[in-house]
């Protein structure tokens, strides 16, 4: 089982992972691989807090309904995600997950 992810969550976690897998546990028997496809910012620099996205491609079985799923990941560890999906492929369906915190403030 892999460790706990005890980082902070920010797109400069994310963004050197885009291409590599991660495995999102369905239930206590059924897991699936998704491949992260995406890393973006939300908004521009006027926003009052950070802001990004990111796109998991997954297989066509199982499909997942929206909610909370622990993702693991080889580098990064365990972490829950709240997963949306957004889209389907030929061979599959995208998912999303947005995060948003306040911005630090500026000393």
Avoid: W
């Avoid at 050197?16 to 496809?37: H, I, K, Q, R």
């Avoid at 620099?45 to 309904?65: C, H, I, Q, V, Y």
């Avoid at 995208?94 to 948003?100: E, L, P, S, W």
């Amino acid at each position: 089982m892999p460790e706990r992810f005890t980082g902070e969550i920010r797109i400069e976690t994310f963004a050197p992972l885009v291409g590599e897998m991660f495995c999102a546990s369905v239930d206590d028997e059924v897991s699936l691989e998704l491949e992260l496809t995406e890393a973006t910012v939300i908004g521009g620099e006027n926003r009052p807090d950070e802001a990004f996205s990111l796109l998991f491609k997954g297989p066509s079985a199982p499909f997942l309904t929206q909610r909370t799923y622990e993702i693991a990941h080889g580098s990064l560890g365990e972490l829950p995600i709240f997963l949306v999906p957004v889209g389907q492929t030929e061979d599959g369906f995208v998912y999303q997950a947005i995060f948003t915190r306040l911005k630090e403030s500026q000393p």
